[in-house]
């Protein structure tokens, strides 16, 4: 199993940026992807990037340029660098995990872009 927890979130004006971390615990060793989705109000859950565990990474086309996600020194850390923010960013963001072909989430943090 795997529990994911995501810190970082808050209110920023628009044009500004966050950084969002995500810890994963349990079995970390077996995790062969971890990422990022988002989800509005009245709308379905988007996803938003992915990193692999060799380090391959991929993003929507709406954050693409924008947004950068990475590991950190520790294999069960990875972060969400979110730059030049647009209203259209809020929404809570979920770490995602991948073992086995199960995905494990985490509960979320709130991204509110805003002035």
């Known amino acids: 199993q795997l529990q994911l927890v995501e810190s970082g979130g808050g209110l920023v004006q628009p044009g500004g940026s966050l950084r969002l971390s995500c810890v994963a615990s349990g079995t970390i060793y077996a995790i062969t992807a971890m990422g990022w989705y988002r989800q509005a109000p009245g709308k379905q859950r988007e996803w938003v990037a992915t990193?692999?565990?060799?380090?391959?990474?991929s993003y929507a086309d709406s954050v693409k340029g924008r947004f950068t996600v990475s590991k950190g020194n520790a294999k069960n850390t990875v972060y969400l660098q979110m730059l030049s923010l647009k209203p259209e960013d809020t929404a809570v963001y979920y770490c995602n995990g991948r073992i086995y072909g199960i995905d494990y989430w985490g509960q979320g943090t709130q991204v509110t872009v805003s002035s």
């Open positions: 990193i692999t565990s060799g380090g391959s990474t």
